[in-house]
């Protein structure tokens, strides 16, 4: 059984505190929400994302080919091949060189400006030198780009570049019958 004192007063509730304290967490939580939405638009404003497609169109391969002949034979031969930029990102992008390197096999762009909008695409010429002994056939390549974005911030980006349709004009150029 419980004993309840008469002749004291109710203890008080300091409905002010509680208050207070909601209101120091629902502040909290507005600055919070607000600080993670401005670093998630800034880093989405900072994502470069850009495709690039070898050119498949019907001038495609009316580039220059050349070669470096040893003793009759073609030992490294060299096209220049067209691809297209896509910019896949939020923002637009200055794509001012592209690059790939691998065993036998070394694709540059030429450096030059090259300013994609937000979903828009650009041609680029691509210098491909392959050594004929080890270096064929190309496949799906890592290209790196050097890209610029509309804060004047230097990235750089990967692109899977398939390669594959210059496999047989890199063989007729290293066999010497387009040279």
Known sequence: MS???LDRPPPRRRPGR??????????????????????????RGSEVSVLILADTGPQANDAGVGGVVVRGRVV?????????LINAGPLPVNVHNLSAVRSGLVVRGTERERWIKRGGSVQAEADIRVLCAGGLP???????????????RERTAVAMLDATQWNEQARIACAGDLL
């Open 138 to 152: 190309f496949g799906r390549l890592p290209v790196t780009l050097a890209v610029r974005t509309y804060d004047d």
């Open 76 to 84: 490294d031969a060299s096209l220049t091949r067209r691809v297209t």
């Open 18 to 43: 509680l208050m207070a304290a909601v209101g120091v967490l629902v502040v909290g939580a507005v600055l919070g929400a607000a600080a993670t939405s401005y670093r998630e638009q800034r880093a």
């Open 3 to 5: 004993v309840i004192d």
